[in-house]
């Protein structure tokens, strides 16, 4: 994975064309016109959590063209780290996320290795910000308070440093590893949702130990958790 390990986030411009973008956009219209999507608000110190989002188990059940597209996305990754696989949890390895007008995402790294996020339309603001290889990552430690206290005292320290801005746009494609990144969405302006495709990608046999919690805390609208299990603690 050269390339991707040297930079940390790489954008893939034009990976869909706008016709595609279209095609899968009016899907997921169809399928929110006969859906209720949980709307998901957390607060977060710095900046929150406020989107809609259609999870792994309903995109698995209903959106065979996302599902296509996940797989089209996996051989691109496995070109960068051939043992990538999708994410064993389901749930969370494919999702897609509506950001209304004022809904923005937290300050966060991913539970798992390789994350790609593709627009599927363009918006005013609702740009993803990226600070590469930004994390002290402590391995096997991770899980613990140790990597939490580490997490915390850098993410006081971002306004020192720039980070890669990506604006929203139809095809346009992070790929990025996602537990080394610091990486967020600023509000959305405007009246139009901001449509993305979130696909999950680690390497066989990885474990991640608040994976329930983390489920419910980002796509269940009653948490089990009041506050993000990745900084409890």
Not at 85 to 102: D, H, I, K, Y
Not at 128 to 151: A, M, N, S
Not at 153 to 168: D, G, I, N, Q, T
């Amino acid at each position: 994975m050269p390339s991707l390990l040297l930079n940390g986030a790489e954008i893939r411009e034009n990976y869909l064309s706008p016709l595609q973008c279209e095609l899968l956009l009016r899907d997921l219209e169809a399928y929110k016109a006969s859906h209720e999507l949980p709307l998901i608000e957390r607060f977060e110190s710095g900046r929150s959590l406020r989107y809609r989002v259609i999870d792994g188990d309903g995109i698995f059940q209903s959106l065979p063209h996302v599902v296509s597209l996940y797989r089209d996305v996996l051989a691109l990754v496995r070109g960068l780290e051939p043992k990538l696989e999708p994410l064993s949890n389901q749930t969370a390895g494919l999702n897609v996320n509506f950001t209304p007008a004022g809904g923005e995402y937290r300050w966060h790294y991913d539970r798992n290795s390789v994350t790609a996020i593709l627009f599927l339309n363009s918006v005013k603001g609702g740009e993803t910000e990226i600070y590469p290889h930004y994390r002290i990552y402590l391995g096997r430690w991770k899980d613990t308070g140790v990597q939490r206290f580490c997490d915390s005292a850098l993410r006081r320290l971002k306004r020192f440093v720039r980070p890669l801005v990506v604006e929203p746009a139809p095809g346009r494609m992070i790929v990025m590893r996602g537990d080394r990144c610091l990486h967020s969405v600023r509000p959305v302006e405007g009246e139009e949702e901001r449509v993305s495709v979130i696909m999950s990608f680690d390497p066989p046999g990885r474990i991640f130990l608040s994976e329930g919690d983390l489920d419910s805390y980002l796509y269940s609208k009653n948490a089990s958790l009041n506050r993000d299990p990745n900084y409890r603690g």
